[in-house]
């Protein structure tokens, strides 16, 4: 996945612990995303951010925090892991908006017990 | 609602065709894609269609027609490595992507 390096990538918490997700990019792409992939559901947005300094709510944000200090990170943090928070989470960047490719990070499958 | 249908799994043969239906429903259209998601992997862009009609990029092709909310992921001269899933994926009114659960792809000898 060039440009894009997703760390960790595979982590088992326990329920109440907490943990950060990085993302980071050399592609100087404004639009980072963090999504999460389940069984039998589409990719589902959590948060985005269109640049630094900036975040957005997605779909289902509830349970996530997030920061973009600097343009090519974007940290996606679990403050208190429930074990609905089970999935595959992936990092993406953009361009720009709309219709504009997305490029993902290699994944980073989180377990909470 | 929004909502992304397609079929959840399908088998084809090495050498053979197949197509991948999706048929959408979004508070407006401003396109559609198609990724490829091999198993552990992350999505990869396949094709982008806006208007209507097919695009063809070398083995792959993907048709949209705006009038019925349905589009179609065509791959011809299958081969062992494009068994992955296939993710379809409109573009809404505010530019907001909504994803498809996915189409897994077994490729048979």
């Known amino acids: 996945n060039a440009g894009v390096t997703q760390t960790p990538k595979f982590r088992v918490l326990k329920t109440g612990q907490s943990m950060t997700l990085l993302c980071a990019q050399d592609m100087n792409h404004e639009y980072m995303y963090w999504y999460r992939q389940d069984p039998g559901m589409g990719l589902r947005l959590i948060h985005y951010s269109v640049g630094e300094g900036t975040t957005a709510k997605g779909e289902v944000p509830d349970g996530y925090n997030v920061s973009r200090l600097k343009k090519q990170n974007f940290l996606l943090g679990l403050e208190s892991a429930a074990p609905s928070q089970t999935s595959v989470y992936f990092c993406?960047?953009?361009?720009?908006?709309?219709?504009?490719?997305?490029?993902f990070g290699a994944g980073s499958r989180l377990t909470v017990l | 609602g929004q909502n992304i249908d397609q079929p959840t799994e399908m088998t084809a043969t090495e050498g053979a065709i197949v197509q991948i239906n999706c048929t959408y429903q979004t508070s407006g259209f401003n396109g559609l894609f198609w990724y490829q998601q091999h198993a552990g992997e992350a999505p990869t862009f396949l094709s982008y269609n806006v208007l209507d009609g097919l695009e063809e990029k070398g083995r792959f092709s993907s048709f949209l027609s705006r009038s019925k909310g349905y589009s179609y992921l065509l791959l011809k001269e299958l081969q062992m490595k494009d068994s992955a899933s296939y993710l379809c994926a409109a573009l809404d009114s505010n530019y907001q992507l909504i994803w498809g659960a996915g189409t897994k792809l077994i490729i048979k000898p």
């Open positions: 993406a960047h953009s361009q720009g908006s709309g219709a504009n490719v997305l490029t």
